[in-house]
Nanobody, 120 residues
């Protein structure tokens, strides 16, 4: 149905920047919200940022003012610009897409994740 592939992760020093990308393919009609989640070792997965098809955004308090999510509907791609990175941002970042079902409800799709390591 929908395949999500993340890219852009890597090693960066504290205070540095990275830009993550997530490309969607397959049957991409009726995708509503897309977002980024992250999971650090020993911690639960948490929402980082989300964006609707109309451009509305939502951010975790810990990343407000530092991260920015954007979406290119023509390219079926969502981005996460990460600035002023801190060591606590270290995690595997996952792309998510929620698709509206014709019979009701939503189905969630997930990428395989990309690792972001913030360390000096």
């Amino acid at each position: 149905q929908v395949q999500l592939v993340e890219s852009g992760g890597g090693l960066v020093q504290p205070g540095g920047s990275l830009r993550l990308s997530c490309a969607a393919s397959g049957i991409i009609f009726n995708i509503d919200v897309m977002g980024w989640y992250r999971q650090a070792p020993g911690k639960q997965r948490e929402l980082v940022a989300s964006v609707t098809s109309g451009g509305g955004t939502n951010y975790a308090e810990s990343v407000k003012g530092r991260f920015a999510i954007s979406r290119d509907n023509a390219k079926n791609t969502v981005y996460l610009q990460m600035n002023s990175l801190k060591s606590e941002d270290t995690a595997v970042y996952y792309c998510n897409a929620d698709k509206v079902r014709s019979i009701g409800g939503l189905v969630a799709f997930w990428g395989r994740g990309t690792l972001v390591t913030v360390s000096s």
